[in-house]
C-alpha cells in the first residue's frame, strides 16, 4: 500500500522491476523512444533521472506488464475483485453475511478524507515550463500529459462524491497555447467532464478543474477505470490502493494532497483552440481540433516528486497491460450488466474500439424450424449501446451451440463465425452514427457507421485454407495471399476516391461472380500491401478495422437488395488507406539510431536482459 509513486518506484526497484535511466535523456522523442523499445521487450519500469530542461525525475511503463501491475496491486487486488464480485451479485453478501464483513468494512475506510491545513504538493509553486515536457512522436503538436488525473465537480450538486476523476489528456505546449497560461484538455462530451462543463456553460460560469500527475498508483488507475454511474473514482482509488484519498480545497480548487504535480484552472464558456496532432492508441495521429482550453491559475510540485507518462501508439503498449489489469479486477463485469452476454471482448489488435467480438445466447430457437441469430440481435443492440463499446464499428457475435467458444482465441472465433455466417441474412448496418472520437475512417470527427455479423446454427461452408485459383490472374488486384482460413488479402492500386473505387471494385465483383469457386472465402480484403496483412494475425486485425468504414467501404460479390436489407455472397471489404485517413505513426529514424548509446555495455540499460 504505498503513500506515493516515490515508494512505489522505491519498491519496485528493490525487487527488480524497476531500472534508472543515468543518462541526461531528451524529452523531443527521446525519452519516448527509449521507453518503446523497453516495452516492447517486455523489460522494467524506468526511471529517468535527468531529463532535459527539467529539474523533475520521469517514470515510465510502470504498468507495462500485467505481472508488475499486479504486484503493484498486490495487497489490495483480491479484495477489491471481491467488492466487484459483490456488486455484481449483491446476494452474496446476503448468503454469507460474515464471509464479505470485511468486504464492507474495506468499502467504508475507503471514503475520501478532506485534511485541513498544509498539504504536501504545495511544498513548491512552479510553472508548466519546469515540467518535462515530453513529446512523444514526430508530428505531435506539442508536449502532452500522458497520464493525468483531471478532477471536476458538478455544478450542480458539488462536492467529491459528485465528481468526476478521468484520464483526459492535456496538451502543455504548442500550437496557439500560451506557455505557462494555458492547456488544452481533450476529452468526448459524453464523458463525466464534458456533462460538467455543459452545465456549467448553462449557467454562465467557467468550471474549475485540477490536474493531477503522479500520487500513488491506485490514483492513476482509478482515472481509467471505466467505473459504473455513481460509483466514485475517488472511492474507488480508495479501495485499491488501501488508503484513502486525502485532498483539500486551494483558492476554491479540489487538490489531492497525495499528486505529486497539481495544475489548478478553469474551462471557460465555449473558449477552445487547436488541440493536437497527438500519435494516439490506433496507431494513427489523432488530428487538429477545437478543445476546451484551460486557463492555468497555479502549478504545485511536491518535494521528490516524480513525472509518470506513458507512450501510446499502435497497439499492444502500456495501455494494454491497463486494460488487462483492468479485466483482472472486474472480471467480465458487461455480462451481469447485459441479459443473455456471456463474453465481450474488445480486440486490442484492432485498436479497442474498432472491433468487438462477443458470445451471447440464442434461447429462441426451439420455436423456430432453423437455427439463426434471434436473441443474438437484440444483445448486439444492448452492446452496441453500453457506455464504450458504444464506438465500436464491428461486432462479430455468435452463441455457443455443441462447443464452447473463447473470443480471445480470435483466428478460432471468427472462423467459427465465417463458417456459419449467411451473408445475405446476418449483416446489419447502423450508418450515419457515431464512432470513436480517434477513429478517422468515416471522414468526419465522430461520425461513421457500424456493422453487426451475428451468426449461429450449423456451419455453410469448408473455408478455404489456400488461395483459390479463381483469385488468381485478376487484372488490377494482384498478390492474393490467404490471411486465415476464409479470408483472402488482394492487393491494388491507391484508393483514389469512392466513386472509382465503388466502379473498381463492381468490375471485381462481377469478374468473380463470373468465376465462381469462391464458397469457402466469406471475406475478401482489398489493401494496399497484401503481403503485410497477411503477414500476421495482429496486422490484419489492425488494417482491417482502423481503415474501413462498414457502410463505405464493404461491397459484395453477387450483392442485392431484398426489402432495404442488404447482402451478398462474398464479403469484399477496402482496407486501403484513404485521403481522409489520419497518417500512421513512424517512428524517427535518427532518433532510433541516437537512443542505441542507452543499451550499450556500461550505459544503465546495457545490462538488462532481454535489451
Same mark, same amino acid.
Given at each position: ?403 464452447? $467458444? ?6 478460432? @472465433?471468427? *472462423? =467459427?463465425?465465417?463458417? !456459419?455466417?449467411? /451473408?445475405? %441474412? +446476418? ?17 468526419? $470527427? ?6 453487426? @455479423?451475428? *451468426? =449461429?446454427?450449423?456451419? !455453410?461452408?469448408? /473455408?478455404? %485454407? +489456400? ?145
Amino acid at each position: 500500500m504505498y503513500k506515493s509513486l516515490e515508494e512505489c518506484v522505491l519498491d519496485l526497484e528493490r525487487h527488480g522491476h524497476l531500472v534508472r535511466v543515468r543518462e541526461e535523456i531528451d524529452p523531443h522523442l527521446e525519452m519516448a523512444a527509449v521507453h518503446l523499445r523497453v516495452y516492447e521487450a517486455g523489460g522494467p519500469a524506468l526511471l529517468f533521472e535527468k531529463v532535459g530542461g527539467s529539474r523533475f525525475p520521469a517514470v515510465s511503463n510502470l504498468f507495462g506488464t500485467l505481472e508488475r501491475s499486479k504486484f503493484i496491486f498486490r495487497h489490495t487486488l483480491e479484495a477489491v475483485q471481491q467488492i466487484v464480485r459483490l456488486r455484481d451479485d449483491p446476494m452474496q453478501a446476503l448468503k454469507h453475511p460474515l464471509r464479505n464483513l470485511s468486504s464492507g468494512f474495506a468499502a467504508l475506510k475507503a471514503l475520501p478524507m478532506k485534511q485541513a491545513g498544509g498539504f504536501p504538493v504545495a511544498e513548491q509553486q512552479i510553472r508548466i515550463s519546469d515540467l518535462p515536457l515530453i513529446r512523444h512522436w514526430p508530428d505531435d503538436g506539442g508536449a502532452f500529459i500522458t497520464l493525468p488525473q483531471v478532477y471536476s465537480e458538478d455544478p450542480d450538486k458539488p462536492g467529491a462524491m459528485n465528481a468526476n476523476l478521468g484520464m483526459y489528456r492535456i496538451q502543455l505546449s504548442g500550437n496557439d497555447y500560451r506557455l505557462n497560461e494555458e492547456v488544452g484538455v481533450h476529452y468526448q462530451i459524453h464523458r463525466g467532464i464534458g456533462i460538467h462543463q455543459e452545465k456549467a456553460t448553462r449557467r454562465g460560469e467557467p468550471l474549475k478543474v485540477s490536474c493531477f500527475v503522479g500520487g500513488p498508483p491506485a490514483h492513476m488507475l482509478s482515472a481509467v477505470m471505466p467505473l459504473p454511474e455513481g460509483l466514485s473514482e475517488l472511492l474507488f482509488a480508495g479501495l485499491l490502493g488501501g488508503r484513502r484519498f486525502r485532498y483539500s480545497y486551494q483558492d476554491g480548487f479540489f487538490v489531492s494532497n497525495d499528486a505529486d504535480f497539481v495544475i489548478t484552472g478553469e474551462l471557460h464558456p465555449l473558449e477552445t483552440k487547436p488541440e493536437g496532432p497527438f500519435g494516439d492508441h490506433l496507431g494513427y495521429y489523432s488530428l487538429v481540433h477545437p478543445f476546451p482550453v484551460m486557463k492555468v491559475r497555479k502549478v504545485y510540485a511536491k518535494k521528490n516528486a516524480i513525472w509518470p507518462f506513458t507512450v501510446v501508439g499502435r497497439p499492444p503498449q502500456e495501455d494494454t497491460s491497463f486494460g488487462e489489469l483492468i479485466h483482472e479486477i472486474t472480471g467480465d463485469a458487461i455480462s451481469g450488466e447485459i441479459p443473455g452476454v456471456k463474453e465481450v471482448h474488445a480486440v486490442d489488435a484492432a485498436g479497442v474500439h474498432p472491433l468487438l467480438l462477443a458470445i451471447g445466447s440464442e434461447r429462441y430457437t426451439p420455436y423456430m424450424k432453423t437455427k439463426k441469430p434471434t436473441e443474438l440481435l437484440t444483445i448486439a443492440s444492448r452492446i452496441l449501446g453500453t457506455n464504450q463499446l458504444s464506438l465500436a464499428k464491428y461486432l462479430f457475435i455468435t452463441a455457443e451451440d455443441e462447443r464452447p $467458444l473463447d473470443t480471445h482465441n480470435i483466428e478460432e @472465433f471468427l *472462423a =467459427y463465425i465465417l463458417e !456459419r455466417i449467411d /451473408l445475405r %441474412r +446476418d449483416l446489419h448496418f447502423h450508418t450515419n452514427t457515431t464512432i470513436d472520437t480517434l477513429d478517422y475512417s468515416g471522414g468526419e $470527427l465522430n461520425g461513421g457507421s457500424k456493422v453487426v @455479423f451475428a *451468426a =449461429y446454427g450449423d456451419a !455453410r461452408r469448408e /473455408l478455404c %485454407r +489456400d488461395v483459390p485459383e479463381s483469385l488468381r490472374g485478376l487484372r488490377g488486384f494482384e498478390h492474393a495471399r490467404l490471411v486465415m482460413p476464409g479470408v483472402v488479402a488482394l492487393q491494388a492500386a491507391a484508393f483514389g476516391s469512392y466513386e472509382l473505387a465503388g466502379r473498381e471494385l463492381g468490375g471485381l465483383a462481377e469478374e468473380l461472380r463470373s468465376r465462381g469457386g469462391l464458397d469457402g472465402c466469406p471475406l475478401l480484403l482489398v489493401c494496399d500491401d497484401s503481403g503485410f496483412v497477411a503477414d500476421s494475425l495482429a496486422n490484419f486485425l489492425w488494417v482491417a478495422f482502423t481503415r474501413s468504414n462498414p457502410s463505405h467501404d464493404i461491397h459484395g460479390v453477387n450483392a442485392a437488395f431484398d426489402h432495404k436489407h442488404w447482402g451478398c455472397d462474398n464479403v469484399i471489404l477496402d482496407i486501403r488507406l484513404k485521403p481522409h485517413h489520419a497518417p500512421p505513426l513512424v517512428p524517427d529514424p535518427a532518433v532510433e539510431k541516437s537512443i542505441d548509446r542507452f543499451f550499450v555495455r556500461g550505459a544503465s540499460l546495457g545490462g538488462v536482459r532481454g535489451l
